[in-house]
């Protein structure tokens, strides 16, 4: 059996220099790329096309998604205005990652959502963001560390029946952190696996019926020197596998 094929959509980047005044590139990290492959998938990056048949062109090829970290949502996309403390924002990534969401709900695709991409699946599902969560009146942790990206940052508690517990074979694991939004309002779909000391979110699972495993940190910058993280990427891909 051939390997399944992980669609990743890709972030825009701005390159700014005398040599490439405004050039816009598509791109992923690297550390994506390589989990999934480790994992025995076939990574495949999704560029963000405008059309909606070229979206469904693109989702058609693969087998499972993988929505990676990136900036911020804008908040039109959960029917809010924008707020003190958004960052920048990319409509047209946004509404091209919305869209292979959907596609991926509808289809029953399993997806892994890091991030951004957690946040994005639960607005697409429904619920709504913390656009800035140092905001927050009741204060927060440090949520975007100053250490470098492999290194644990705080840890989360695991609820005991989640599939993430079952990966980990443990209630509590420590993990990386990089943003400033949240999930506020959770999708209506979606049940809350994980937490930081705080209260905020940082894992997501879909229920019965759907195939969504989102968390907050970023797994694929801890994989090479934490086992644990690479075991979640096998996980998923064995899940994807045997949904083929």
Same mark, same amino acid.
């Given at each position: 059996m051939s390997a399944p094929v992980i669609g990743i959509p890709t972030n825009s980047l701005s390159m700014e220099g005398p040599s490439s005044p405004g050039l816009q590139r598509a791109y992923v990290n690297q550390d994506y790329i390589r989990c999934v492959s480790l994992a025995g998938g076939v !990574?495949?990056?999704l560029p963000a096309v405008p059309k909606p048949q070229d979206?469904?062109?693109q989702f058609a090829r693969v087998d499972a998604l993988l929505l990676a970290g990136g900036p911020d949502l804008? !908040?039109?996309t959960y029917g809010e205005q924008p707020a003190w403390g958004l960052g920048e924002t990319f409509p047209e990534e946004d509404a091209h990652q919305l869209a292979l969401a959907r596609l991926a709900l509808d289809a029953r695709k399993p997806?892994?959502?890091i991030c951004r991409g957690m946040q994005l699946m639960n *607005?697409?599902?429904g619920g709504t963001l913390h656009q800035d969560i140092a905001r927050n009146p009741e204060g927060c942790l440090q949520h975007v560390q100053k250490g470098r990206r492999h290194t644990v940052a705080h840890p989360v508690t695991l609820a005991e029946d989640s599939r993430l517990a079952r990966i980990f074979r443990q209630r509590t694991v420590g993990v990386n952190s990089f943003h400033h939004q949240a999930v506020k309002a959770l999708a209506p779909g979606l049940q809350v696996t994980a937490q930081a000391d705080d209260g905020i979110v940082e894992a *997501?699972? @879909?229920l019965p019926g759907t195939s969504v495993l @989102? *968390?907050?940190w970023h797994p694929e910058a801890m994989a090479e020197r934490h086992p644990e993280m690479q075991a979640l990427f096998q996980a998923w891909m064995d899940e994807a596998g045997a949904a083929r």
């Open positions: !990574p495949l990056l979206i469904e062109s804008h !908040p039109l997806i892994l959502a *607005v697409v599902m *997501v699972e @879909g @989102g *968390v907050q």
